[in-house]
Structures are given as C-alpha cells and as structure tokens.
C-alpha cells in the first residue's frame, strides 16, 4: 500500500489503488443504502398491502442474497487471509449466516401473519448491526492490511456478478 510520495501518485495510490479502494467502500455502501431504503419503504407499508410487501420483500430478498455473495466471495476472502482481520471476517461470514435463516423463515409465513412484520424487524437490526460494523469496522481493516492492488481485482468481480450472477 503507498503511504507516502508526491504528486497525483501520491493521492490516488500507484495504479490508481486508493482510488479504487474508494470505489469499493463507496459501492459497499450504496449497496448498503439499498437495503436500508427498501427496509424503510416496507415498514411503511401495511399487512392489508399484500401485494406491496411481496414485491418489496422479493427485492430486499435478492438484494441481501447477492450482496452477502459478493461480499464473502470477494471482499471477505481477501481479508480473511489476513490475521488481523481473520476473527472480525468469520464473525460477519456468522451473521450472513443467521441473516440467511431468517430470510429463509419468510417462505413459510405469509405477508399478512401478525408475526411477519416483527420478523422483518429482527432481520432490519441485524442487517443494520452488521452493515453498520462493516463499514466502521472492516472497511477500516481493509484499508491496512490489504493492498491497493488488490481492489480493482475486486470491484471487478462484484461488478461482473452483479450483473450476471448466475454466471460468475
């Protein structure tokens, strides 16, 4: 990783290796940001907008699911190399875990069901708990251990399975 230099290498990295770390906390991010928008827009909704919640739901559905590939695939498996940030990856590999649990509990429960609503509560705290430590936390861990060649790599492969995640 640079530290130190003059110059435009010095701001963006050799290769353009701090900008694209940027890039990738910045897209983690918005991806983050996404769920939490789609999270606010069913909250809003009621258990008589049965429709809505369906279609919202299967939305933050795909989107929790791609972005917990993306990120075990991609960013967590380059840091998990890593000593320093070995426990604080297999922690969040844990909570996709019991994320995808509950996600899996909504295909037995009707959008209707008194407990849904409270369900999607439980599964909002701890994608927000997670998104929250992630960004404070991993990102933080990113920035030291790995190097600045190594995030275009993974900006790519993200991108690349975003658009096509059947194929990736």
Not at 72 to 91: D, S
Not at 98 to 109: K, P
């Amino acid at each position: 990783m640079m530290k130190s230099g003059s110059g435009r290498e010095a701001e963006w990295g050799a290769g353009g290796g701090v900008h694209r770390r940027s890039e990738l906390f910045d897209m983690l991010r918005q991806d983050h940001e996404k769920v939490r928008e789609l999270f606010k827009r069913i909250a809003k909704s009621t258990g008589a907008q049965v429709a809505l919640r369906q279609e919202l739901f299967a939305r933050l559905e795909r989107e929790l699911l791609l972005q917990m590939e993306a990120e075990e695939r991609f960013f967590y498996t380059a840091l998990e190399k890593h000593e320093q940030a070995r426990a604080r990856v297999l922690e969040a590999y844990e909570e996709h875990q019991v994320a995808r649990i509950v996600i899996g509990a909504f295909n037995s429960l009707a959008v209707d069901d008194e407990r849904w609503p409270a369900k999607l509560k439980v599964l909002c705290q701890l994608f927000r708990l997670h998104a929250d430590e992630e960004e404070h936390e991993l990102f933080k861990l990113a920035k030291k251990v790995l190097d600045d060649g190594l995030f275009p790599g993974i900006v790519a492969k993200i991108r690349e399975l975003k658009r096509d995640p059947k194929h990736v």
